[in-house]
DNA sequence: GCCTATCTATAGACACTCTACATGTAGAAC
DNA sequence: GTTCTACATGTAGAGTGTCTATAGATAGGC
């Protein structure tokens, strides 16, 4: 999930509704993660100071906007390897060998 | 962890101190999953109809063989299209170019 | 006798996700 | 003018599963 976010972020600062919605795009209408799991987990990553925010108002509205610190981008690059990594390592036990 | 589980089975039952050290072997060394996570887990999908068990005795200890059944067969299958459907689905989040 | 490897198993802590709830604005539909 | 949908944020509590730590037991090497 945290990989997810802060890559979500990664090109330009969005705000929660955003984030969910850039969610669904990007995965082709597959992902659809509830507020109860994307708010408190931009407050996480907030905390770890992966995030940061800023309240704004548009049109009457009122937006929290968070965008990638550097620690984010730095974090968001060990998520992505660590990704990889893992989803080779599923893959080599899930997937039948067609090298033996 | 239940796929993983299912697919160790897939060729030869095995008791659970042979399936972690398969998972090791598989993932090259890398996958290490505790016995706290192996043993209860395996109760789990036996409790589904997945898995099959029987207690032997080899060389004075008890061993219990967990094999596949039929149910877990169609378990793994689909816990395999699952985890090709999630993986694609991360990766076109975490890394858009290559899933565009 | 002691240590390591083999073998199974449970209890409790821990972390995260999901459901459901709670609140409020803006604009379109009727 | 009221109702519905979309926008927007947030919390509480349930549920699920993994990990750590612990426990007991046999076999074989040193």
Known sequence: ?????????EAEP????????????RSGGVLNVPTGTVYPALRRLEQAGYLASEWATVGGRKRRTY????AGRTALAGERSAWREFATTIASVLEPRTAE
Do not use: N
């Open 1 to 9: 999930m945290d990989a997810l976010l802060l890559s979500v972020l």
């Open 14 to 25: 969005l705000h929660g509704y955003a984030i969910i919605e850039a969610l669904q795009a």
């Open 67 to 70: 965008r990638l610190t550097s």
